[in-house]
């Protein structure tokens, strides 16, 4: 298998893998540079060294789509698990791996990216070689440094991190366990599950956190409410033609007749506390909307009753 190494950081390799998580069908450069707030070859780089850690596939030339559930966990995890779960990703690479020996035998990162480069054929030049492998390396606390640009292999027990993957792990089943719960089979069975399901199981973990970031919980329930409208419209073959957003998604399906009044309330609810979230300055005020903790685990809460009530009406039950 040839190999080769993109200059690019372990955030950005996150982030990108992260987008990929949000666009059921796929992300480019361009999309990347903009989530990233970047330009598109440092976006390049970052998708194409996600691909090389089978975190993304690249399923046609320019657009990657996630890989393995490692991808799910890595972006879903509180920041502390993240290394943990990076390092295993990264410790399976061979490239790495290889790095990794190297720099514990000669204690040189150029040369140990020289011989790495060597050994795998890899074109990069070593400089990117060694740029790349040591940013990542660092995040995943594989790597320590000792200042003055000297780094070592970290020397411990690997089940000390295998035990935090194992718990991320466990904890997410939890999640889905639970969000199917509050949701009701009828629900689970019928939402699509990587767009809305997976979103929705997001949201509730990020809830779990929203002190330190009120935010996540409503972007990612928030995008799974506006996936399942573009489900909600597919079923009832309502055509959503430049509907943005979840207030305009709401809308179009209302006036198609297939979404209750009081539904459609709780979804502009949705809407509206999205838009506060997730759209920055507010013209109306001159600035962006502070969102409380308690707002954002009621956010989730709401998208997941207003998802649970209307599949109940599609099948003849009128529930909010």
Known sequence: M???IYQTSAENVIAATDAALQKQDGVDENLVSAFLDTTPPYARDALQMARELSLLREVQPGKFVPDAKCSLYLCTAIRDNKAAILRY?????APYSTFKAR????????????QTRALHNID????????TFIDLGTYAQSLISEGGGLYKPRRDDPKEYLTILDQVIQDR??????VSKLLGQEAVDWVDRPNVLDNL????QRAASATDDSRAPIVHAGNAVESFLVQVAGYHGVVLQNANGINAKAEFISQANQLLSKHKFMLKYLGHIRNAADHGVDQEIGTQWAISP???VEYVHVAQSTVSAIVKHINGVFTV
Do not use: C, D, F
């Open 201 to 204: 199981v997001t949201a509730y």
């Open 89 to 93: 990703v990264l410790e399976q690479y």
């Open 2 to 4: 040839p190999y080769e």
């Open 124 to 131: 990069a030049h070593r400089q990117v070689i060694s740029a």
């Open 103 to 114: 720099l514990e035998l000669t204690g040189v990162v150029g040369e140990a990216a020289n």
């Open 294 to 296: 308690k707002t954002a």
């Open 173 to 178: 089943e939890t999640a889905v366990l639970e």
